[in-house]
Each structure stands twice: as C-alpha cells, then as structure tokens.
C-alpha cells in the first residue's frame, strides 16, 4: 500500500467511523548479529462495526540479502545478518480489534476476503 492510499484509508476511517486515537510509533527489529533494522509504525483506532478497531501500517525497509555466520562447533546454529534497502520500503497493513475478555488487541481473521472501511 502506497503513502497516498494509507492516508485516503485513514480518511475514509475519519469521515465514516469515531476515531478513538491515531498515533505513530518507531518499530526497530534487531537482527541475530545485533544489527537495528528501524522501522515506523502508523497506527489509528476507532469505534468499528465491529467495535473498538485498530488498523497499523507497519513501514520497513525491504531486506536485499541474508547473510548467515556460521560457528565451527557442530551444536552452533547459524546468525542471520540482513542487508537492507536505504531508498526501497515494504508496507504491511494489519487490522486489530479489541477482545474485551482478554482485554488485548486480536488480529482480524479476513482469510482471502476483502475488507473496506
């Protein structure tokens, strides 16, 4: 998903739905070798059909090689090393909604379907 059409997405959530908080977050993985990978995180939540939702669009640079160290004993395992991209980004979009008896976020299950806000 482009920039444009997550902030169309967002716009269509805005005008359609109460948005409860928007926000955005850095999201740093850490590779096996202790290199950072930063990352952003968009977030908005807001009163869905569904109840209370949450949509992220995860922004991460786009990994171009693995690198593995192995070590010499025979019980060692492999460190992954990525090479990432400076200029390429993959986006992940994710829909949340809220389990009021875990009281945590749960993925919404959309299984090869289509879900439009």
Known sequence: MTDEKWE?????IREKFKV???????DIITDDIGNKIKGEKDIIIF??????MEVTKTKRPVI???KSHYHKTQAGKALI??????TEFTNKIEVFTWDTIA???KEFDTRG???SF
Do not use: A, H, Q, R
């Open 81 to 86: 090393e990525y090479i990432v991209s400076d």
């Open 8 to 12: 169309d997405l967002k716009e269509n």
């Open 113 to 115: 379907e289509n879900i």
């Open 64 to 66: 171009l090689d693995k």
């Open 47 to 52: 009163e869905g059909p569904t109840g209370k």
């Open 20 to 26: 409860l908080g928007e926000k955005t977050e850095p």
């Open 103 to 105: 009281n945590d976020w």
